[in-house]
Structure formats: structure tokens, C-alpha cells
């Protein structure tokens, strides 16, 4: 069984040093490090770090072709590796963090992913999250995210999808769903990737031995950067339309409007409104490619409508989380 970790990098050396240390310190080393540089300013300085670490293969971009598209490259690169970890630059794992997810791989075989605890950098008696919650308005958020650790944290579980910040995928799931959608470019790519693994009959668990320390957004300028609040956006409307199967499409197709509506107000009283336009503007333009999409998914699904009814969440209080980002970043 191999096992390789891919960490996309953009703008990033100066957590990537810290990042390797703690690979070359695991308990379980990875049969390859493929770092893949996403035309950063810093590459140089990304190349210089990389090459003290003989376990590292570094590939650069000349220009920064968004997250989906570098770790659509790397599982091709990595077509002889079981099971592929995705690690951010700004995730620092514990020393058993890579043994514990694929203990967790072995003992749950027929699972397609599995999600790290993370824990906020600056506090680590604090979550940053246990993986991704995708409500039937189509709101997604980090469950737990930025809540102090209690004793129920530490239950394997099962998660709607996990935080690609730090995860574990048996590779060739990945490969028959086509891997992550490159017109998503970054921010809920990995939710919508985990939601084609639903609809394709997979699961995901949350492996609470497995920690990293998660900075979060590190190089995109936080959770309520232009940049963040665009592409989380628009990604929000095309994992709706894209995924929500069936019957249930239509049923909760007000609810999903209700919510971009709320969405809006919330980020326009924030100084945002031109940035949620442009969002909402083209999540819009997009929708027939989007369609087009769907019906290939919609097609090929194998889980039932009742199966992803009850994974989706259903809670009340949802709407208090309407201006976090489920980002990965």
C-alpha cells in the first residue's frame, strides 16, 4: 500500500519549512511528498526549501491554475499510490497524524475518505473543525469550526465530506468521480468533491487521532477577502445545482434561493456588496455548463434520495453561520 501527500502551494514558503519538518517526522513517512507550486511570487524560495528534503518532488505551475486543477495534476502523477493525503502549507500535522488516517483506511475499507481533526493554530484548545456539513439549503460550514474541544470530539464518526486542508483519499475513487472540478478553481471544491463520492455510493469518516494545527486562509487574506467571499460564493450555488439529486433539487430549490438572498443582505450591510454580486452574477453564467454536469453526476449516481436526505444537515440554527466559509484554504 502506498501512500503519497500532495500539498499545493501559492505564496506559502514561509509555512512550507515547518510543514516538511513535520512530515519528516512522522511515524508512518509517506512513500512520496509531491509539492505543486501555484506560480507563486516565492517559488524560489519554495524550491530552495524543498530541496533539503529528499522525500520532496516540487513541480511548478507558471501560473496559479487554482487548487483543483494542481491536485487534479497530482493524482495523475500519482497513479501508482492507494491512498493520496492532501495536506495545506499552513496545516501542521502531529507526528501520527499520517499513521493514524491510514490505520482508519485499513480498518474501514470501504470507506473513500477520511478527515483529519484540526485544531486552530493559535489555540489549539479550540477546533477549527471535524469536516464539512452541507445543509438542505445548500449552506455549507465547518462543523465545530472555532468551538472549544469537548470529549465527544474525540469519536470516529461519519462526515458528510472532510476538509481537503488535511485528508485522506483512496485514489481511485477519486479517479472515477474525475477528481476535483477545475472550473470550481479554489473554495468548496473539496465539498462538492465529497458530495459526487456520496452520490457515487462512498463515505467519509472522521479520524480524530489525526491532528494538524490549521492556520486557515493563510494566503488568500482571510475568510472576508474579496477573493474568499467570491469564489466561496459562487462554488455555494454550483455544488447546489450540480449535486443536490433528484426530487430533492426541486423541493429545496426555494430554500437555496432564500439563502443566496440572505447571503447577499448579510455581506452588503458588510461592505461586500459588490464582491457577492459579481459572485451571484456569475454563479448565474455558469449554470448551464453547471447543468450539463449535473446530468452526467445525476446519471451515474448510485446512492439512493433517501440516502442523501439523510445525510444532509437539517438544523434550525444554521443560518447564524451564513458568513463563515466551509473553505479548505
Known amino acids: 500500500m502506498k501512500i503519497a501527500v500532495v500539498i499545493v502551494t501559492w505564496n506559502s514558503s514561509r509555512f512550507l519549512g515547518d510543514v516538511l519538518r513535520a512530515l519528516s517526522c512522522q ?27 529528499s522525500f520532496c518532488e516540487l513541480l511548478c505551475m507558471r501560473n496559479n491554475i487554482g487548487f483543483a486543477s494542481a491536485n487534479n495534476i497530482a493524482f495523475e502523477r500519482c ?22 488516517l491510514l490505520t482508519a483506511a485499513k480498518a474501514y475499507p470501504n470507506i ?23 445543509h438542505i439549503s445548500g449552506r455549507v460550514w465547518r462543523e465545530r469550526h472555532w468551538e472549544r474541544q469537548r470529549k465527544d470530539d474525540l469519536i470516529v464518526r461519519e462526515i458528510f465530506s472532510p476538509c481537503a486542508a488535511a485528508v485522506l483519499y483512496r485514489r481511485q475513487f477519486l479517479i472515477d468521480i474525475g477528481g476535483f472540478d477545475e472550473d470550481f478553481f479554489c473554495y468548496l471544491e473539496d465539498v462538492d468533491l465529497g458530495f459526487r463520492l456520496r452520490l ?13 494545527h490549521h492556520i486557515g ?17 459562487r462554488n455555494l450555488v454550483w455544488a447546489f445545482v450540480k449535486n443536490m439529486p433528484g426530487i430533492l433539487f426541486w423541493l429545496l430549490l426555494p430554500l437555496h434561493f432564500l439563502l443566496n438572498l440572505a447571503t447577499i443582505s448579510v455581506f452588503i450591510s458588510r461592505g461586500k456588496g459588490k464582491v457577492i454580486w459579481r459572485a451571484k452574477k456569475d454563479a448565474i453564467k455558469g449554470i448551464p455548463v453547471m447543468w450539463r454536469k449535473r446530468r452526467i453526476i445525476q446519471a451515474q449516481r448510485r446512492a439512493s434520495i433517501i440516502d442523501i ?8 440554527n444554521c443560518w447564524r453561520k451564513i458568513n463563515t466559509l466551509p473553505a479548505n484554504k
Open 27 to 53: 511515524t508512518l513517512h509517506p512513500d512520496k511528498v509531491l509539492i505543486i507550486d501555484n506560480g507563486s511570487k516565492d517559488a524560489d524560495d519554495v524550491a530552495e526549501i524543498t530541496k533539503q528534503y
Open 79 to 100: 497513479s501508482n499510490f492507494n491512498y493520496l493525503a492532501l495536506l495545506n502549507p499552513d496545516a501542521f500535522p502531529e507526528s501520527d497524524w499520517l499513521e493514524q
Open 200 to 212: 457515487a455510493g462512498h463515505k467519509a469518516r472522521y479520524v480524530p487521532g489525526a491532528v494538524v
Open 217 to 233: 486562509s493563510a494566503t488568500t487574506g482571510g475568510q472576508q477577502s474579496d477573493f474568499s467571499v467570491y469564489y466561496g460564493h
Open 112 to 134: 473513500a475518505a477520511f478527515g483529519s481533526r484540526q485544531l486552530c493554530h493559535d489555540d489549539p484548545a479550540v477546533l477549527d473543525g471535524i469536516g464539512d456539513s452541507y
Open 309 to 316: 436526505w439523510h445525510v444532509l444537515d437539517k438544523r434550525l
